[in-house]
């Protein structure tokens, strides 16, 4: 059974910063594309950042310059940092990847995590 857990996220000020974190548990073979998307209330949900195994990063137009994701291929982790928070970040952020679960031979399947409310105050 493969997971993703979020950790991180809550309520920031306007200007400042936030993290979050993302880890991916069980039988895995191998991770290929890590991401973050969010969600704000009556809007669809749109892919943030990305970054591949090799580190190839791709970020929306909204964030570039202000968010930087990373990962920890031997800890199976991608984080978010956030900085320069605007009120328009307010969304529900969900971690996404795409996984060999072990002995599913190089079939990906795509994971997603609980999401983690981030609220930004003006």
């Known amino acids: 059974q493969v997971q993703l857990v979020e950790s991180g996220g809550g309520l920031g000020a306007a200007g400042g910063s936030l993290t979050l974190s993302c880890v991916a548990s069980g039988s895995i073979f191998s991770i290929n594309v890590m991401g973050w998307y969010r969600q704000a209330p009556g809007k669809q949900r749109e892919l943030v950042a990305r970054i591949t195994r090799d580190g190839i990063t791709t970020y929306v137009d909204s964030v570039k310059g202000r968010f930087t994701i990373s990962r920890d291929n031997a800890k199976k982790t991608v984080h978010l940092q956030m900085n320069s928070l605007k009120p328009e970040d307010t969304a529900v952020y969900s971690c996404?990847?795409?996984?060999?679960?072990?002995?599913?031979?190089?079939?990906?399947?795509?994971?997603w995590g609980q999401g983690t409310q981030v609220t930004v105050s003006s």
């Open positions: 996404n990847a795409e996984i060999t679960p072990t002995g599913r031979g190089n079939r990906l399947f795509t994971y």
